[in-house]
């Protein structure tokens, strides 16, 4: 008897294999790379954020509570994000594999189970702020081409005569069409996303009308080893962003809105900004989920315009006491309007260590407000202020836990010795200690329970700025316990409590304990 090729062949032939669960499965997730491939050549047209992977693990970033959040950066730093996707994927793989199995064994729930995967996608990419309706195509193409794959792959694997090479060969030949439509997907995104770069490479930024002093010489500790910079180069600064893919703004595309409550809306374009009056100002900028000696804060030297001349142009009404800043991929900060006024010089910044912004912090432009956590101040891609109220906005952080108003507290670090055994004798023991507005007055060092001892301040910093300090230990043989604490030109003292990162800073002596041989 012959037959036409039939959509779905006979079940029978096939179930009695004992193998044939893992083709299933295999099919499934080949079926699965296929619906993704074509997901991310549809993404070409819509945006990257409404594309499967993108989409859903944003919207896992945002649905994540604090505390996953901080042991996830606690635990991978800024790989935090690589860690995300292998999730994502890893779940998807398990969800394919189960598709081809189950299409199999209790038809159509297989296809069922891609559909909702599809409906899922498309849900998470209607959440992205930065995407339109046209963002559901992704997913809803996906859960097709999947379905019909898995339904192909399902058939012709049970087809008589399809030996193990025969339907290794299905399986992969699919499998390399779907991966080389994806690649080929990533290659045109990439030749598009170079946009980003030649943006910023074409940019030459003018000089500071308002040059910062020029660091003292020999004013730093940088010679001592061990013993974060002064100045934090832009390669080595952390980054800390909700956003898996780093958005690419042209300084033609970028504007800055300034409204809501205020006399007259202002909108900025990149050339306004350089037509400005430019200063440079040194700012130390912190993580609230920095920990009690962490690495989430650095030290930069920033260019920009102060956010007082453009709020004055604005003119806030009175009661508006919270600037919403907001960015392009729909992050938000409050910031108290009087951070953004006095005379601390929070700026529109557009340049960092002498160079443009680096895409991944935040170029063209963000937000730099001295003595705030990031969390509440530090917008990149800054594409909106609104002037309103804490009684009535909250900005990204706020109702995931975090503190309405974010004011870095009083910190301080040892960077050296490190964890390892030193001789006795003379031991440098050096770090960094930041009071942010007020100023570092003095940094303090305590070997196990002795007196308090004065450490030596490098005289470059402000009191924007963290300081450089060092103390030269006479070290006895044994264990010992190293605490570092700072106190401020107020006269205020570290806070000794330990305390976690939520809700609003880490608190605490850092300490690090040397065998001393
Ligand atoms: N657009 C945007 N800006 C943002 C964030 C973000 O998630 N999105 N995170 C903030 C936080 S929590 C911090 S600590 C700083 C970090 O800035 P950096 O990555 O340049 O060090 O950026 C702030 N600005
Ligand atoms: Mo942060």
């Avoid at 074509?38 to 990257?48: K, N, P, Y």
């Avoid at 995104?189 to 500071?208: F, I, M, Q, W």
């Avoid at 529109?348 to 912004?357: F, Q, R, T």
């Avoid at 470059?460 to 700025?465: E, F, Q, R």
Wanted: proline content about 7%; glycine content about 10%; overall charge negative.
């Amino acid at each position: 008897m012959s037959t036409t090729s039939a959509p779905v062949a006979p079940v029978e032939q096939h179930r009695d294999e004992p193998s044939s669960r893992w083709w299933d499965a295999a099919a499934g997730l080949v079926a699965l790379g296929a619906g993704l491939a074509a997901a991310e050549l549809v993404g070409l047209v819509t945006s990257r954020s409404a594309t499967p992977v993108v989409a859903v693990s944003d919207t896992v970033v945002d649905l994540t509570p604090p505390w996953a959040k901080d042991a996830a950066i606690a635990l991978f730093g800024t790989n935090d994000k690589v860690f995300l996707f292998a999730v994502v994927a890893t779940v998807a793989a398990l969800v394919g594999a189960t598709a081809g199995v189950l299409e199999r064994r209790r038809p159509p729930l297989g296809a069922l189970l891609t559909a909702a995967l599809g409906v899922t996608v498309a849900a998470a990419a209607l959440t992205r702020p930065d995407t339109g309706t046209l963002s559901v195509l992704p997913g809803a193409v996906a859960a097709v081409v999947g379905i019909v794959v898995l339904r192909v792959l399902l058939a012709r694997l049970v087809v008589t005569g399809a030996g193990p090479r025969r339907r290794v060969v299905l399986l992969v030949g699919t499998g390399a069409a779907a991966l080389g439509a994806g690649l080929g997907a990533g290659l045109l995104r990439r030749v598009g996303a170079r946009g980003g770069e030649e943006a910023r490479a074409a940019v030459e930024l003018p000089t500071a009308a308002e040059q910062a002093p020029p660091l003292p010489e020999q004013g730093t500790y940088d010679d001592v080893p061990g013993l974060a910079p002064f100045r934090t180069p832009n390669p080595d600064f952390y980054r800390i962003d909700t956003a898996l893919v780093v958005p690419r703004l042209t300084t033609r595309d970028w504007r800055l809105r300034i409204g809501g409550m205020v006399e007259r809306e202002v909108e900025l374009t990149w050339d306004d900004v350089l037509a400005r009056p430019l200063v440079e100002k040194w700012a130390t900028l912190s993580c609230v989920s920095n920990r009690v000696g962490g690495d989430l804060v650095g030290n930069a030297l920033w260019l920009g315009v102060p956010t007082r001349e453009l709020l004055a142009e604005a003119r806030p009404l009175p009661g508006a006491d919270m600037v919403l800043s907001r960015s392009t991929d729909g992050f938000t900060a409050g910031t108290p309007v009087e951070a953004m006024t006095d005379d601390r010089d929070s700026l529109l910044a557009i340049g960092m260590n002498g160079e443009p912004l680096p895409l991944e912090h935040g170029f063209p432009a963000r937000l730099v407000v001295p003595g705030l956590y990031g969390y509440v101040s530090a917008t990149k891609w800054v594409t909106e202020m609104t002037l309103t109220t804490f009684a009535q906005d909250q900005g990204y952080w706020t109702p995931r836990g975090w503190s309405a108003r974010g004011p870095v507290k009083i910190s301080s670090r040892i960077d050296r010795p490190g964890g390892s055994d030193v001789r006795a004798g003379e031991v440098v023991v050096a770090g960094l200690a930041w009071a942010m507005d007020v100023g570092v007055a003095a940094v303090e060092v305590q070997v196990d329970d002795g007196p308090w001892q004065e450490a030596e301040l490098a005289d470059a910093g402000t009191s924007s700025t963290w300081r450089q300090w060092r103390w030269a230990w006479q070290a006895d043989p044994g264990s010992h316990t190293l605490r570092v604490r700072a106190i401020d030109q107020a006269g205020d003292v570290q806070i000794e409590e330990p305390a976690p990162p939520a809700p609003d800073g880490a608190q605490g002596y850092d300490e690090v304990t040397v065998r001393v041989t």
